[in-house]
């Protein structure tokens, strides 16, 4: 049972991302692909206009006192820039933000967001964060032998084994409302290796900072999904084709490619607005219904567009207009 089910996850894991191919030949532009969504995609995600982000330093309240600050926040930024739906400001904004904040890179990070939301006027929202753990250490393995199937014996030299982990807290700030926007699950990360040693006296840590500042690193590095869910970069449907043989095999080309991050076999999440009426307040409001994932086909992959093949539950649904959301592709494994 274990094995068959061991099986099924390494073949899941390793077809997740195969892409498909379509072909375009296939498909026309019928009397049904002539349709408009009910509401259409706000200017924002027509125009492609990403929310601009500041990225405060991140405190440093381990026993570094404010070393790891600014490793943490370089780390955070590419982490940020890369694939999310995020613009980042420039050093020189964001530097102006922090004198006016009076920010300590040694204490805290605890800003109040109001405080935030009158500082940046041109900035939606405020990256804040602080490496709240880390530790490190060296472990001595010693030397050892063992025999082989043939009988010939093998020896293992003693060696040494570092380590270490780190836990970076961090939330975004919206400074349109001046509210905590997202509380992130604390990010943890763990680096090690080894090396062959003497004996137990050369087993010990050499830099402790830099085997902390790798962790650190490696904890925001992971948290890349959370960041793209949380932030994903927004498109819309701008064509649907249909095949003439059969009206549920449709296909939709879509505002999103490779300048959003995008490579055949990525999914991303179709959406559309719906409206809703509280009879209580009396007031009507718009929110953002999912309603199916896709995947980025081989075809026709450009730097602002892309095709996906659109499954039958919601094929006849999708129309013109309609949202798509790009989403992280976390697999069963990793590293």
Same mark, same amino acid.
């Given at each position: 049972m274990l094995?068959k089910?061991?099986? &099924?996850?390494? =073949?899941?894991?390793?077809?997740?991302?195969?892409?498909?191919t379509?072909?375009?030949?296939?498909?026309?532009?019928?009397?049904? $692909?002539?349709?408009?969504?009910?509401?259409?995609?706000?200017?924002?995600?027509?125009?492609? +206009?990403?929310?601009?982000?500041?990225?405060?330093?991140?405190?440093?309240?381990?026993? !570094?006192?404010?070393?790891?600050?600014?490793?943490?926040?370089?780390?955070?930024?590419?982490?940020?820039?890369? %694939?999310?739906?995020?613009?980042?400001?420039?050093?020189?904004? =964001?530097?102006?933000?922090?004198e006016?904040a +009076? !920010?300590?890179?040694?204490?805290?990070g605890?800003?109040?967001?109001e *405080?935030?939301?009158?500082?940046?006027?041109?900035i $939606?929202?405020?990256? =804040?964060?602080?490496?709240?753990?880390v530790?490190?250490?060296?472990? #001595?393995?010693?030397?050892?032998?063992?025999?082989?199937?043939? @009988?010939?014996?093998?020896?293992?030299?003693?060696?040494?084994?570092?380590?270490?982990?780190?836990?970076?807290?961090?939330r975004?700030?919206?400074?349109?409302t %001046?509210?905590?926007?997202?509380?992130?699950?604390?990010?943890?990360?763990?680096?090690?290796s080894?090396?062959?040693?003497r004996s137990?006296?050369?087993?010990?840590?050499?830099?402790?900072?830099? &085997?902390?500042s790798?962790?650190?690193?490696?904890?925001?590095?992971?948290?890349?999904?959370?960041?793209m869910?949380?932030?994903?970069?927004? @498109?819309?449907?701008?064509?649907?084709?249909t095949?003439?043989?059969?009206?549920?095999?449709r296909? *939709?080309q879509?505002?999103?490619?490779k300048?959003?991050?995008?490579?055949?076999?990525?999914r991303?999440? &179709?959406?559309?607005?719906?409206?809703?009426? $509280?009879?209580? +307040?009396?007031?009507?409001?718009?929110?953002?219904?999912?309603?199916?994932?896709?995947?980025?086909?081989?075809?026709?992959?450009g730097?602002?567009?892309?095709?996906?093949?659109?499954?039958?539950?919601?094929?006849?649904?999708?129309?013109? %207009?309609?949202?798509? +959301?790009t989403?992280?592709?976390?697999? #069963? !494994?990793r #590293?």
């Amino acid at each position: 049972m274990l094995e068959k089910l061991g099986t &099924l996850v390494l =073949m899941l894991a390793l077809t997740s991302g195969c892409a498909t191919t379509i072909n375009l030949s296939k498909y026309s532009e019928l009397e049904a $692909d002539h349709k408009d969504c009910d509401i259409a995609p706000p200017d924002y995600i027509v125009n492609k +206009k990403k929310p601009k982000v500041a990225i405060l330093p991140v405190a440093d309240v381990t026993e !570094f006192e404010g070393r790891l600050s600014k490793p943490a926040q370089e780390t955070l930024t590419q982490t940020i820039t890369s %694939g999310t739906g995020l613009e980042v400001v420039e050093r020189s904004q =964001m530097d102006k933000l922090f004198e006016e904040a +009076k !920010f300590k890179e040694s204490v805290g990070g605890d800003l109040d967001p109001e *405080a935030l939301a009158n500082l940046a006027k041109e900035i $939606d929202f405020v990256i =804040m964060g602080s490496v709240s753990s880390v530790a490190t250490g060296a472990k #001595f393995t010693e030397a050892s032998s063992y025999k082989d199937k043939k @009988g010939k014996t093998h020896y293992v030299a003693p060696s040494c084994s570092f380590s270490g982990e780190s836990t970076v807290n961090v939330r975004a700030v919206s400074t349109a409302t %001046g509210t905590i926007y997202k509380v992130f699950t604390p990010f943890r990360g763990r680096v090690s290796s080894s090396t062959e040693v003497r004996s137990s006296y050369d087993c010990r840590v050499e830099d402790p900072f830099q &085997l902390a500042s790798a962790a650190t690193s490696k904890s925001i590095e992971n948290a890349r999904g959370s960041f793209m869910d949380a932030f994903p970069n927004f @498109g819309y449907v701008s064509k649907t084709l249909t095949n003439p043989k059969d009206g549920k095999d449709r296909v *939709a080309q879509i505002t999103l490619g490779k300048n959003d991050g995008l490579k055949p076999g990525d999914r991303v999440v &179709l959406a559309k607005y719906v409206k809703s009426y $509280d009879r209580i +307040k009396k007031t009507e409001s718009v929110s953002l219904q999912d309603l199916a994932e896709v995947q980025v086909s081989e075809t026709g992959l450009g730097d602002e567009q892309s095709y996906v093949l659109l499954p039958e539950e919601v094929a006849a649904e999708v129309a013109v %207009g309609h949202i798509v +959301k790009t989403r992280s592709n976390g697999g #069963f !494994f990793r #590293f």
